[in-house]
C-alpha cells in the first residue's frame, strides 16, 4: 500500500481519443503533483496543485488537462495527443510548502500512443 | 534555476559489497533540501533519504548513507552490503527550503541504474 494509488496502471490510446488518468491519495497530504518520466531523460514536472488550487504549470501543451476537485484526487485529462507523449506519468503528493516532508509516489500510468 | 547531475548512467556491484553513486547540483539558494529515490521494476518511486542542507551531519538509514559535500554541491550515495532487492534505477533530487507555493516541486537527475551481480 503506497499511500499514492493510480488508475489505470497502462492505456494505450489512439491518438483522437479521449482518455483520463486518475490519482488518489490517502495520506492526508495538501499538495499533489503530476510528472512525467520519458526514457532517458529527468522526470519533468507537469502541474502542481496545493489545496486544490493550481500553482504551478510547467508550460505544458493543453492536450493536458489536470482537474483537482479535492485534495485527495487529482486528474490529467487527455485528447489529441502525440506519440511523444508516450511515457509514464507518476503522481506524487506531499504536506505541501509549509512542511519539509518529502513527496510521495504512486506507481504510476504507462501510456502508449499508437 | 536549478540542476541535477548524475553522472552514471549504470553502475554494477557485487552483491554483500559497497556501491557509491555520484550526484551533483547546482543552486543558488542556502537552504535546501536534497533526496535519493528508487524505482524498482514496479514503477513506484521510493524515497531512500533525504539530506537538510543545513545540517552538517551526514544522514544515514539503515544500510544507506550520503556524503554531503554543500561547498561543493555534491551528494554522493552508499549502499553498503548490497542485495539483489537494491536492483533499481535511482534518482537524485533537489527541493527548495524556501516555503512558497511552487518551491515544493522536486528537480530530478537522470538517474543511475544499479544492477547488482550475484
Known amino acids: 500500500e503506497t499511500g499514492v494509488t493510480q488508475t489505470p496502471r497502462h492505456l494505450v490510446m489512439g491518438m483522437t481519443n479521449k482518455k483520463s488518468l486518475k490519482c488518489e491519495q490517502h495520506l492526508g497530504h495538501n499538495a499533489m503533483y503530476w510528472y512525467k518520466q520519458s526514457a532517458k531523460k529527468p522526470l519533468e514536472l507537469m502541474f502542481v496543485y496545493n489545496f486544490k488550487e493550481q500553482t504551478e504549470n510547467n508550460s505544458v501543451p493543453s492536450r493536458f488537462s489536470p482537474e483537482c476537485p479535492n485534495s485527495s484526487h487529482l486528474f490529467l485529462h487527455l485528447h489529441t495527443l502525440q506519440p511523444e507523449d508516450s511515457a509514464l506519468y507518476l503522481c506524487?503528493?506531499?504536506?505541501?510548502?509549509?512542511?519539509?516532508?518529502?513527496?510521495?509516489f504512486g506507481d504510476g500510468t504507462r501510456l502508449s500512443i499508437l | 534555476a536549478q540542476t541535477v547531475t548524475q553522472s552514471q548512467p549504470e553502475m554494477s556491484v557485487q552483491e554483500a559489497e559497497t556501491v557509491t553513486l555520484s550526484c551533483t547540483y547546482d543552486t543558488s539558494e542556502s537552504d535546501y533540501y536534497l533526496f535519493w529515490y528508487k524505482q524498482p521494476p514496479s514503477r513506484q518511486m521510493i524515497l531512500v533519504i533525504r539530506q537538510e542542507a543545513y545540517k552538517q551531519q551526514n544522514a544515514t538509514e539503515n544500510r544507506f548513507s550520503v556524503n554531503f559535500q554543500k561547498a561543493a554541491k555534491s551528494f554522493s550515495l552508499k549502499i553498503s552490503d548490497s542485495q539483489l532487492g537494491d536492483a533499481a534505477m535511482y534518482f537524485c533530487a533537489y527541493r527548495s527550503g524556501i516555503s512558497n507555493f511552487g518551491n515544493e516541486k522536486l528537480t530530478f537527475g537522470t538517474g543511475t541504474r544499479l544492477t547488482i551481480i550475484p
Open positions: 506524487a503528493s506531499s504536506h505541501g510548502p509549509n512542511s519539509n516532508q518529502p513527496q510521495h
